[in-house]
């Protein structure tokens, strides 16, 4: 083990402004992620901010939309009425992850943040430009079954693992922060970053940035949204391919559509390829089908995972079947 501070936060502009100063500073809320990576050395901070003395664990029906603080448990948010009633995709999404114990732990903020759990990057005797820039990738040449297929790069092909974050990205979420000067909005879409050459930038939050809410907008379709994962067991393991979708079907016809995938991006994968190819076609098959085909046309598969190709196709059609059932 090795020696670090921990401070308990009151304020979100004070822990921010603290936190900024120190780039080896992290929060801490429910510690599913971060005290997992502590133990096995990935990260080492310096100073751990204990934010779970904020008021950010309600979840708020406000004109725009619904908010859910970066404090919500995953399980409450699950279970919410209105989550479950508007939003059937994040529901859907969050029951998929993790087991029950974790879900009653971890918050929504700190789903935002997971890092990959490609094998590689937790492994400190392997070479990693996601965890140490520089050093090479060694999932690129090595076993990467459970790899991404779209969104890599020369540097880094490790899959996003989160459940949540495709739904939100999907149902257009935003992500309110607080920073040392003041507060911000992220579009879900752009909170989180490609690899490209600096793999170990995640997301586009500065140091000491806090997460503080997720808002999703009041859009009626949304409702109809469903989330379906195809994983190697049914419980407690990550995607090998999942997708999130929302379609407004009227008189046989997508009005609209939104699509995204996980398991199978570098991110949180939003697929507006997919959503022109349904948008004023009519919500049968063949339509989803060139639909997934349109979403997967840049993919890039590696030695072990070109499988994902199909199972992303078939999880994506399945998953725009299930919601027009329920359109």
């Not at 990260?43 to 950010?56: F, G, H, K, S």
Request: hydrophobic share 45%; charged share 20%; proline share 6%.
């Amino acid at each position: 083990m090795y020696p670090f501070r921990y401070a308990r936060a009151r304020d979100a502009l004070a822990a921010a402004q603290g936190a900024e100063r120190s780039p080896t500073t992290r929060y801490v809320a429910g510690g599913t992620s971060i005290v997992d990576l502590m133990k096995i050395h990935v990260e080492r901070p310096t100073e751990l901010v204990d934010i779970n003395a904020l008021p950010l664990s309600q979840i708020e029906e406000r004109a725009d939309g619904l908010w859910i603080g970066a404090l919500v448990k995953n399980s409450d948010a699950a279970h919410h009425p209105l989550v479950a009633e508007r939003y059937r995709a994040v529901s859907e999404a969050l029951l998929s992850g993790a087991s029950p114990q974790l879900r009653n732990m971890a918050s929504t903020g700190g789903n935002l943040l997971q890092r990959t759990r490609c094998p590689y990057f937790r492994d400190l005797g392997a070479p990693c430009n996601k965890r140490e820039p520089g050093s090479g990738c060694s999932a690129i040449g090595g076993y990467n079954r459970m790899h991404a297929i779209l969104g890599g790069s020369e540097q880094c092909i490790a899959v996003h693992p989160s459940d949540l974050c495709v739904a939100l990205v999907a149902l257009e979420a935003t992500v309110h922060t607080q920073h040392a000067k003041g507060t911000r909005a992220i579009p879900m879409a752009d909170f989180h970053v490609l690899p490209g050459a600096h793999p170990e930038r995640e997301t586009v939050l500065g140091q000491g940035e806090l997460i503080t809410h997720v808002s999703l907008p009041k859009t009626a379709f949304f409702a109809r949204s469903r989330y379906v994962k195809v994983r190697d067991r049914a419980a407690f393991a990550f995607a090998l391919a999942s997708a999130a979708v929302a379609l407004d079907v009227q008189d046989g016809q997508v009005i609209a559509a939104r699509v995204a995938f996980g398991g199978i991006g570098t991110r949180p994968w939003r697929s507006p390829e997919a959503e022109q190819a349904l948008v004023g076609k009519p919500a049968t098959r063949a339509t989803f089908e060139t639909a997934a085909g349109a979403a997967l046309a840049a993919a890039k598969p590696r030695e072990h995972n070109a499988f994902k190709l199909a199972l992303a196709r078939q999880t994506l059609i399945r998953a725009l079947e299930t919601a027009r059932g329920a359109s």
